[in-house]
């Protein structure tokens, strides 16, 4: 202000209000820094915070000594922290104090301990030595009474797996299984440096497991004396001592031959006991009639005793597979063992196959049935002259065998026997067709009367009817019957038709033709229902069918031509060709004359009334009257087409003289020629058409 002048009046009220300006400036320059600082500020939060807990009074005291008071209460505050920390401090040298006491009595515990410890050092020593040789004796303890309780058996066990009046229950194939673990553990025995032990110890588990052996051997070998397979309640301890022996193949094979003799003469003699009515030992009682009450009927005996054979052979197989086939394969599993442990007795496969084994027993023990059957059903089938008898009889066989084949497999007795049987079967039926078609040819020399099939023909279809039926229930593959079926075919179906074609060469037409479609019909009807193994004969019967068939619409043709006067005027009109020459030589020829075709035309009026009905007398010989019907149809159809060729060369011969007559200079010359011979129109003479013809044949 210095710098205003005084007696400036202007000037000093200008630096009056400057001055006033800056204030102002300030205070809004403060207030404005008050009000752009956010209440979310945490240092004005924590300030307004603390004077919201001071519960202070908002006056002007307040205001002006705020910054002292707040002063105050931080130098007393520090205040009371100094004084707190100076106690901690008394505390703390306390503690020191303490554990400067507790560490120099440590130290002399240390030294105490340090003394008693030198004292006693050997006496734990030989504590420790003492200790460890208790427990060394422990383990050596422990092992030897795991020894003798694994490798070492008692003295009475050992005696209940040898003497026979001790049972063979669970407690001896408890035993027994026992005994092969051990002989089984020598072995880690064996890998060790001192092997005395373990030689000596297999050398005594052999034993006992040779006797445990031999005791299951002659116990099964007594069992098989008495054996029922028919008792459904076959007794257990036998089943297993069979699957335990079979560890041992020298054995098992031994009790297995003496158990196939005994099946053997047991099934032999239940088999005489079916067929007789009588048993050889008086064991089997039948309740129903003996097979042989029925051996005047050799197809129901055969049968009824291959159904016996096939009935006892599942049966024996089915026993068998609950004697030694379990459902786990211990059979199998227990031979395969016994092949292991003796290789010696073992095959050079080495590998035991459980079905073919099987297969094997059963084969064994029906020996002797196959043998008497094959015996009985030979007698029955020599002793037949019916051919049909015996085909069936041959296809009764193959069923069973391809049936039995599925059990037995094709290598047994019993399938050895039913091939020989089915083969002598159908070598004597293939013996007595010969000398049967033989017969039948000697006696078919002539055609009946009325051109009908032949009796001899009919018996020949009956019997390949009744062949074919039996055939159709055998068991032969569907891919090759027609191929296996052939023969049969040719030997009793193809020398009838062959006789019946030479009958057929000496009778005259339509008879040649009737008769032998006759016959092929027949033979097609019977062979029809059996079409899925006779196709091959089937189509030459159908190729020979219509090759009949033909001649008779041949035959028909030339009956339709000839009767209705139209075979004169087809036979002058073939050789002419369709050009103007030949259409105009055509009027020239004589059955083309007015009064010529006035009575062709007067026959062919004549014959179509009645020409259906008289084409169908000409058939009526057929066995089918449908077939007669489509080959007069077929005739007809030709007719028609004949018929039509001559209707178009009319027609073109009369267009050829309207053409004539139109020409310009011999036109007038033949218009006058013609109106003075007078015109005729070849047509106008012979009106019929192809369309009314069709009609009246129709």
């Known amino acids: 202000m210095s710098g205003v002048p005084k007696d400036d009046p202007e000037s000093y009220e200008d630096g009056i209000a400057g001055f006033s300006g800056l204030r102002s400036s300030a205070l809004s320059n403060k207030l404005n820094g008050v009000l752009s600082v956010s209440y979310t500020d945490s240092e004005i939060s924590d300030a307004l915070r603390l004077l919201d807990h001071r519960n202070a009074i908002n006056t002007p005291h307040l205001r002006r000594n705020l910054r002292l008071d707040l002063q105050k209460d931080v130098i007393e505050s520090n205040a009371s922290i100094v004084k707190d920390f100076g106690q901690v401090a008394e505390q703390l040298k306390r503690i020191g104090s303490s554990i400067a006491s507790l560490e120099q009595c440590c130290a002399s515990m240390r030294h105490h301990v340090a003394a008693a410890r030198q004292d006693n050092a050997p006496v734990l020593d030989e504590a420790t030595a003492l200790l460890d040789q208790r427990q060394g004796l422990e383990k050596k303890r422990q092992l030897l009474a795991a020894f003798q309780k694994h490798f070492v058996l008692p003295e009475e066990d050992i005696m209940r797996l040898s003497t026979s009046t001790e049972a063979i229950d669970d407690s001896f194939f408890a035993l027994l299984t026992r005994i092969k673990q051990i002989h089984s553990d020598c072995r880690v025995l064996l890998g060790g440096e001192n092997q005395r032990l373990g030689l000596e110890l297999m050398e005594q588990s052999s034993r006992n497991l040779n006797s445990a052996y031999q005791k299951l051997y002659s116990c099964i070998q007594s069992e098989f004396q008495t054996l029922d397979l028919e008792n459904p309640r076959i007794n257990a301890s036998i089943r297993r001592s069979l699957y335990t022996l079979a560890e041992r193949p020298a054995l098992f094979e031994s009790c297995l031959n003496t158990f196939s003799e005994t099946r053997e003469q047991n099934l032999t003699d239940s088999f005489y006991a079916a067929l007789t009515g009588s048993s050889i030992s008086q064991q089997h009682h039948l309740m129903t009639k003996p097979i042989e009450y029925h051996a005047h009927d050799a197809l129901r005996y055969i049968g009824d005793m291959l159904a016996w054979v096939h009935s006892a052979t599942v049966s024996e197989r089915e026993s068998l597979e609950t004697l030694f086939i379990s459902e786990v394969g211990e059979t199998i599993q227990s031979v395969r063992a016994g092949q292991y442990s003796e ?95 033989a017969n039948m040819q000697a006696e078919l020399t002539q055609a009946p009367s009325d051109s009908s099939v032949p009796a001899l023909l009919d018996d020949s279809l009956l019997q390949l009817t009744a062949l074919m039926k039996s055939y159709e229930s055998s068991l032969t593959p569907v891919g090759s019957r027609e191929e296996d079926f052939a023969p049969i075919l040719s030997q009793t179906l193809k020398p009838v038709l062959d006789a019946c074609q030479t009958i057929a060469r000496n009778l005259d037409a339509p008879s040649h033709g009737i008769f032998l479609l006759n016959c092929y019909l027949a033979a097609r009807k019977t062979l029809q229902p059996f079409v899925h193994f006779t196709q091959l004969s089937l189509s030459h019967i159908e190729e020979q069918i219509q090759l009949s068939t033909s001649d008779l619409v041949e035959y028909q043709h030339h009956f339709f031509l000839h009767v209705s006067g139209l075979h004169p005027l087809l036979a002058d009109l073939a050789p002419l060709s369709d050009s103007a020459t030949d259409l105009r030589a055509i009027r020239t020829l004589p059955k083309f004359q007015p009064a010529a075709l006035t009575e062709a035309k007067q026959t062919l009026d004549d014959f179509l009334p009645s020409a259906s009905i008289d084409a169908l007398e000409n058939l009526k010989e057929l066995s089918d009257s449908n077939v007669a019907v489509t080959i007069s149809s077929d005739a007809a159809d030709r007719f028609c087409e004949d018929f039509e060729f001559v209707e178009r060369r009319l027609v073109a011969v009369d267009e050829t003289l309207a053409t004539d007559e139109n020409d310009s200079d011999e036109g007038q010359e033949t218009k006058a020629q013609e109106q003075e011979e007078g015109r005729v129109l070849l047509k106008g003479v012979y009106p019929r058409t192809t369309g009314e013809i069709r009609v009246l044949l129709s």
């Open 343 to 437: 290789p010696c007795s073992a095959s050079d496969d080495n590998s035991f196959n459980g079905e073919k084994a099987l297969n094997t027993l059963v084969n064994r023990n029906v020996v002797g049935v196959a043998r008497a059957l094959r015996q009985r059903v030979e007698q029955a089938v020599q002793g037949q002259d019916d051919s049909v008898a015996v085909y069936k009889i041959a296809n009764l066989i193959s069923f069973y065998r391809v049936t039995l084949a599925k059990l037995l497999g094709v290598g047994s007795s019993v399938m050895e026997a039913l091939s020989s049987l089915e083969g002598s079967a159908r070598r004597q039926f293939e013996t007595l067709q010969s000398d049967q078609t």
